[in-house]
């Protein structure tokens, strides 16, 4: 059992920069794969990059590649979302996830079974 909470969203300009953070609970925190999605009004949940639980293995969505990165540090029971060269579109809820799918990259919701309360990001244009 494991429990998220994200925190650092917030409003930014396009071009700008934000850090989500999501924190777990749990003593295995290094063996699920984490996640993050987002979702904007209107729109399904959609996925935005995975990093598997030691770290090495990370997995993009191609809307976000070359300006998004996952990282995770296990002693902290911590995974980040730097966002970088934000646009408009990039606007929605943030979500953190984990999955006890360690063994290769995944991507759809319904493969991870935790999920955090969201946080909000606007990119105004």
């Known amino acids: 059992q494991v429990q998220l909470g994200e925190s650092g969203g917030g409003l930014v300009q396009a071009g700008g920069s934000l850090r989500l953070s999501c924190a777990a609970s749990?003593?295995?925190?290094?063996?699920?794969?984490m996640g993050w999605f987002r979702q904007a009004p209107g729109k399904e949940r959609e996925f935005v990059a995975s990093?598997?639980?030691?770290?090495?293995?990370?997995y993009y969505a191609d809307s976000v590649k070359g300006r998004f990165t996952i990282s995770r540090d296990n002693a902290k029971n911590t995974v980040y979302l730097q966002m970088n060269s934000l646009k408009s579109e990039d606007t929605a809820v943030y979500y953190c996830?984990?999955?006890?799918?360690?063994?290769?990259?995944?991507?759809?919701?319904?493969?991870?079974?935790?999920w955090g309360q969201g946080t909000q990001v606007t990119v105004s244009s």
């Open positions: 990093i598997r639980g030691s770290g090495g293995s990370t």
């Open positions: 996830a984990a999955s006890e799918i360690w063994y290769r990259n995944i991507r759809r919701p319904d493969e991870y079974g935790y």
């Open positions: 749990g003593r295995t925190f290094s063996s699920y794969t």
